[in-house]
């Protein structure tokens, strides 16, 4: 995996947890709520395939929550790996290093590192760009990442 990849994962994270507990949230309403024990149901009662279909739905719940706490866990690796990153590759740039940390890592929008570093929009911009640039030429990151981030499948929101 190259650096840019890294942090655009990192980036991304908050945003795949949101859709996984999402997704978890549905699945728990109608675990709880099932339409067919209603009693206002007009299609009568529960039928045989009711066990199955209930045995299944918490399968698949099952599967989210994991999907859930892998995406959690390897979140924060990602994290982790991009501040060494950074402070190692970008120690020299300390603007350059401050904005890519603000975005990636704390997710800040760029308006917001503006207003925190009392830069201009534009110039934030160019420090990121000069940032990712300076990055572009790390070869890989897989050694910032502990073993067990590869271990386990990748989580696909």
Same mark, same amino acid.
């Given at each position: 995996?190259?650096?840019?990849?890294?942090?655009?994962?990192?980036?991304?994270?908050?945003?795949?947890?949101?859709?996984?507990?999402?997704?978890? #949230?549905?699945?728990?309403?109608?675990?709880?709520?099932?339409?067919?024990?209603?009693?206002?149901?007009?299609?009568?009662?529960?039928?045989?395939?009711?066990?199955?279909?209930?045995?299944?739905?918490?399968?698949?719940?099952?599967?989210?929550?994991?999907?859930?706490?892998?995406?959690? #866990?390897?979140?924060?690796?990602?994290?982790?790996?991009?501040?060494?990153?950074?402070?190692?590759?970008?120690?020299?740039?300390?603007?350059?290093?401050?904005?890519?940390?603000?975005?990636?890592?704390?997710?800040?929008?760029?308006?917001?590192?503006?207003?925190?570093?009392?830069?201009?929009?534009?110039?934030? #911009?160019?420090?990121?760009?000069?940032?990712?640039?300076?990055? #572009?030429?790390?070869?890989?990151?897989?050694?910032?990442?502990?073993?067990?981030?590869?271990?386990?499948?990748?989580?696909?929101?």
């Amino acid at each position: 995996m190259d650096a840019i990849e890294l942090l655009e994962r990192c980036r991304n994270a908050e945003r795949e947890l949101r859709v996984l507990r999402a997704r978890e #949230k549905r699945l728990r309403e109608v675990a709880y709520y099932p339409g067919s024990s209603r009693t206002d149901n007009p299609g009568g009662g529960k039928s045989t395939a009711e066990p199955d279909r209930m045995a299944a739905h918490f399968a698949a719940l099952d599967e989210v929550e994991q999907a859930a706490r892998l995406r959690e #866990k390897r979140q924060r690796m990602e994290e982790i790996a991009c501040a060494v990153l950074i402070d190692r590759e970008l120690a020299a740039h300390g603007q350059a290093a401050e904005v890519l940390f603000g975005y990636y890592v704390q997710r800040m929008p760029v308006k917001v590192i503006s207003l925190a570093m009392n830069l201009s929009i534009s110039r934030v #911009k160019n420090l990121k760009t000069e940032g990712i640039e300076l990055l #572009k030429v790390v070869p890989s990151v897989d050694a910032l990442l502990p073993p067990e981030y590869d271990q386990g499948e990748e989580c696909d929101a």
